[in-house]
């Protein structure tokens, strides 16, 4: 089984502090990188930012410009979803790794961590998906997964989709059981359903009901 880790590499050297900066504006030329990786003396220092680097004086050293550099970096360990977050937080395509003695093992690239994600069985495995909404203090992922496999339900995952001071929406994805019965089941426990489902008996009967009306108004 592919684990992230496996994704780390080294296709292109780590920079290195004593560079010339006309030669890292060269390297981002040829690279489609937001940052890179810097290293002293093969000690991770930072990233440097390619639209940093446009502003900077070709003459001098990446050194010369240590202040700038961004200290962000992910574990060999981290799950894929700790080190996804890393990528958001940061707005960049690239992440170093260090281990737990904090030496550079290489980098991940947002493509490749994508590429991991569509191999998960919440992305890869058939079935339903379901986005719920709830007030921030009365959810229960437990009670979520319980309405899910109550109902014959097999849960792949589930994410906070999103979220404020207030309600929270919560993303499932769902293989087997019936899935008019969970959502029904969800309604009950007083969570709103925000994503739309043929399978909604109760969302269809409404539906039915309304067009019924509008036709008698208009007789």
Do not use: C
């Not at 990233?47 to 574990?75: G, H, M, P, Q, W």
């Amino acid at each position: 089984m592919t684990e992230i880790k496996d994704y780390i590499t080294n296709d292109y050297k780590a920079l290195d502090s004593s560079e010339k900066i006309t030669d890292v504006q060269d390297f981002f030329i040829d690279v489609p990188f937001s940052h890179f990786p810097v290293l002293n003396e093969g000690v991770f220092i930072g990233n440097i930012a390619a639209d940093d680097v446009e502003t900077f004086d070709s003459d001098k050293k990446v050194s010369e410009y240590r202040y700038t550099l961004e200290t962000f970096f992910a574990r060999e360990n981290m799950i894929w979803l700790d080190v996804l977050e890393v990528f958001a937080k940061n707005h960049t395509n690239i992440v170093p790794v260090l281990n737990e003695e904090n030496d550079y093992t290489g980098y991940y690239e947002l493509e490749d961590i994508v590429k991991f994600f569509h191999e998960t069985p919440f992305l890869k495995e058939p079935g339903g998906i379901i986005v719920i909404q709830k007030s921030i203090q009365d959810y229960s992922m437990s009670q979520i997964s319980q309405i899910v496999e109550s109902n014959n339900g097999k849960l792949l995952g589930l994410f906070v989709s999103e979220a404020n001071a207030e309600m929270i929406h919560v993303t499932i994805k769902i293989a087997l059981g019936g899935m008019n019965d969970i959502i029904q089941t969800f309604r009950r426990y007083n969570y709103e359903i925000i994503s739309e489902h043929h399978e909604d008996n109760y969302l269809n009967s409404l539906k039915e009901r309304s067009e019924y009306l509008d036709k008698y108004l208009n007789i």
